[in-house]
């Protein structure tokens, strides 16, 4: 059964994970959103891309969900000290990832060239792939105005009140090369347990499913909201602020007619009901490696029974 | 006494440390090489003006004399997994460095402002400037081609032959701000034990001493070269292949009439009669800090001595 499966960063990277623990690498392939994408310090940065890629790779650190596992922050202690910009951390190890990335980009190789060399390199099997090569930019609209996605999530710590979001670029930005080939060739499409309005959406709007995939295969999502709150990220916030309230049932609203099944954890069991399509009621909290590996083994079910 | 003192990389900044020392910090300015300069990674690096401005913030490895003491070197040991450029070697702490001057520079600040920032934030005393804030950039001319000086000392690791120098970028380049003015104000002027071909010469090409002060005061020379050899770098190398037999002799001729003094090493002491200048023979090899004060004292008493 080939999945292809729609990521962000953290919730998204473990399902990831916990599929790939599971699928032949031939089998699976994960399409993340680039919209956080943002240059910093000189550098092009893909948070989404690298958190997926760092997990998949067993490099990411365990207790945070992102960045580099045994990391140290040498370089931007230096920054700091110098009075330079403080606002977004990072780790050595990851320096090295964007200071290559950036001296690729620059050379005018792709990303999605730059990605699966990074993933031969450390020894990733599946596909990942950035949704595009061409530059989309999450903008937040907020009651304090626009804000480049990392200003608003990081700089920002998502205090500002969301009215809604765009993604610049995204009218222009293809899908990267293989993309539309692997939603062509998947048994089954999965929208992982990521933020819906900043992680999926974008992918969604660059994949354009409907045309591409007139005829798609199942496509399942797996709620990233477990009992009105978020695991990790604005995601409830964001709900709230736009005023649906945050909740399993919203995520599946979300979606409405894209979706052929839909994953919700245990603790929203009574929203099952007001769901009309098919439900599969689990644990979706991903503690460990074994909870994502039990996730992705029950959505693989899911999905076969639905089929 | 006011010094102004012309610094390449590990001998200089050992030497303008040691007159840190002694001196008040308004007293002393050292004039730094930039010719070495150069971009990797993206990176706007200054090797020399770093060794010097580590140096005289306490911030230098000791063991090595370049880069930063208690250094990791995390970020380039990921380049180097993705297949990047491996032959230039950047510690994490010293990259913060590269990082916050380049995203400085492309702001459009100059060197030498962004190098008076840096040594406000490391409490370093003395002002240190770039020759220029224009681009100088050092060409080795060798048998195998002319290369840019990074990629002969460190690619390379000075293997090709020496058959000359040139400065891109020399004729245009004005000295950076405050050098003529220190050079004015200067009651001697020291050349530091650095590599004369590429550490000074570059120096005095950009400052034009005979137009910039036309009765200069004391000029003094330390020879870099001890016993015929380098205590560091290819000084001696160059000489040999240029035809000219390395010794503090040839470092007292390169310098011609420029000089009104020479500093030598005891085991130079025979070399003496055959340079027609008052000369200083001393201890010149410095191993630790005491080494680089006494050094200086003892050239400074030379100095007055002259006057």
């Known amino acids: 059964m080939k999945i292809v499966a729609l990521a962000g960063g953290v919730g998204g990277a473990k399902l990831a994970h916990g599929l790939a623990q599971i ?16 240059e910093h310090l000189g550098l092009s940065i893909s948070p989404d891309l690298d958190t997926v890629c760092y ?53 005018g190789q792709s990303l999605s060239q730059i990605t699966r060399d990074f993933c031969q390199a450390w020894g990733v099997g599946p596909t990942v792939l950035p949704m595009s090569d061409g530059a989309v930019r999450t903008i937040v609209s907020t009651d304090e105005g626009d804000l480049p996605f990392q200003e608003y999530f990081v700089h920002r710590r998502c205090e500002p009140k969301v009215r809604g979001f765009r993604f610049e670029g995204i009218e222009t930005a293809e899908p990267a090369p293989g993309v539309v080939e692997a939603l062509q060739a998947a048994d089954a499409i999965i929208l ?40 990790k990220g604005p995601a409830a916030k964001m709900y709230a602020e736009l005023g649906i309230e945050p909740s399993a049932l919203a995520v599946a609203r979300h979606y409405q007619n894209l979706l052929r099944g839909f994953v919700l954890d245990t603790v929203d069991a009574e929203l099952q009901e007001k769901i ?26 899911f999905i076969r029974n639905l089929s």
Chains 1, 2 share one sequence.
């Open 23 to 38: 699928l032949p690498p031939e089998d699976l392939t994960v399409i993340v959103n680039t919209g956080d994408d943002f």
């Open 55 to 107: 997990t998949l790779a067993g490099l990411a650190n365990f207790e945070t969900g992102w960045g580099r596992a045994d990391e140290s922050w040498n370089a931007i202690a230096n920054v700091k000290k110098l009075g330079g910009p403080n606002w977004f951390n990072l780790g050595d190890r990851d320096l090295g990832i964007h200071l290559e990335r950036t001296r690729r980009l620059k050379l």
């Open 192 to 231: 992982c347990p990521s933020n819906p309005w900043v992680s999926i959406d974008p992918i969604l709007q660059v994949i354009q499913l409907q045309s591409t995939v007139p005829h798609p295969p199942p496509i399942v999502a797996v709620s990233p909201i477990i009992g009105g709150q978020t695991v």
């Open 276 to 301: 009309p399509i098919p439900t599969l009621v689990t644990n979706t909290l991903m503690k460990d490696l074994t909870d994502r590996a039990t996730l992705a083994q029950a959505v693989l079910h």
